[in-house]
């Protein structure tokens, strides 16, 4: 059976999607990507950045998506503006003792932001003449902080138990449980410790959320360069320096393989995967992640 792609896994149909996946596999690209390919499908669309970076702000808005990056002190003063009567709240955010506070409880910077990614896929948006969008695809921490990420919500309700904390953490926590609304996606490189990530992400999120993974993409695949005779072969002349680049090349190639399998007999045919090439040394972000929503088709 081939790989399922983001449309015949209906992703596009979500209103978030969580793009997460150990650093430096290359999430942020995809991420870019997948808004890209929900702007040419004639979506609204927002892509929504935890850590600014300017390339992939560049490639979102090229591929004709909006780029947001969330900063949790902005998220907490609209969140007091929404919810208190503007003297109070103005006295909050001016307030250096509330300030301090704030960024010393745990979890809260978590809190703040999985409330404003729930606050761009609503039909109403809290702030004032802000258009809905169809489509909120997150570039979300790497696998923990990701994790963390969407628990925030129902932990934070958890421990207020009653009041407006508790109701919004409930609220919002409804949205990110409800597989119809909300779809996980990991990245990974075919090797041995993102894989490793990948595996354990799937546990974590179906354990604390109910979730399961929606697809899996994994990145810089290389191509086999040999058969295994034609590698034989060559070992002969592995002194002359092209030719040991080349096995060595390929030897990475037989390793990913070999990782690839791994991935997907962890998740046990139940997760679809898609396989992307591996990205050369000095491609231009932009048109790379234009590749990668055609690669996703």
Do not use: C
Not at 33 to 58: F, K, M, P, Q, W
């Amino acid at each position: 059976m081939p790989p399922a792609t983001a449309r015949e896994a209906g992703l596009l149909d979500h209103r978030l999607l969580f793009v997460t996946g150990k650093g430096g596999v290359g999430k942020s690209t995809v991420a870019a990507a997948l808004g890209g390919l929900a702007a040419a499908d004639g979506r609204r669309v927002i892509v929504a950045e935890v850590h600014r970076r300017a390339d992939v702000e560049h490639a979102v808005t090229a591929a004709g998506a909006d780029h947001i990056s969330i900063d949790p002190q902005d998220a907490m003063e609209e969140y007091l503006a929404d919810q208190l009567p503007r003297p109070l709240a103005e006295l909050l955010k001016s307030s250096r003792a509330f300030g301090y506070l704030a960024a010393a409880t745990p979890g809260l910077r978590e809190l703040l932001t999985a409330g404003k990614l729930w606050e761009l896929a609503q039909d109403e948006r809290r702030t004032p003449g802000a258009r809905p969008y169809d489509l909120v695809v997150v570039d979300a921490p790497a696998t923990g902080h990701g994790l963390a990420l969407l628990q925030a919500p129902r932990t934070f309700a958890d421990a207020a138990k009653v009041g407006p904390i508790a109701r919004q953490g409930g609220i919002i926590d409804a949205q990110l449980r409800d597989p119809a609304q909300t779809a996980v996606i990991a990245v990974t490189t075919a090797e041995e410790m993102p894989v490793n990530e990948t595996l354990a992400l799937r546990d974590g999120l179906r354990d604390a959320m109910g979730l399961d993974l929606s697809l899996v993409v994994v990145n810089a695949v290389r191509p086999d360069r040999f058969t295994a005779a034609e590698a034989r072969a060559l070992a002969d002349a592995a002194d002359e320096p092209a030719v040991a680049a080349a096995l060595g090349q390929h030897a990475v190639a037989r390793e990913q393989r070999a990782q690839l399998a791994r991935l997907r007999r962890g998740l046990g045919g139940a997760v679809p995967t898609v396989t992307l090439p591996f990205r050369p040394e000095g491609a231009d972000p932009a048109a790379f992640a234009s590749r990668l929503a055609r690669a996703a088709r």
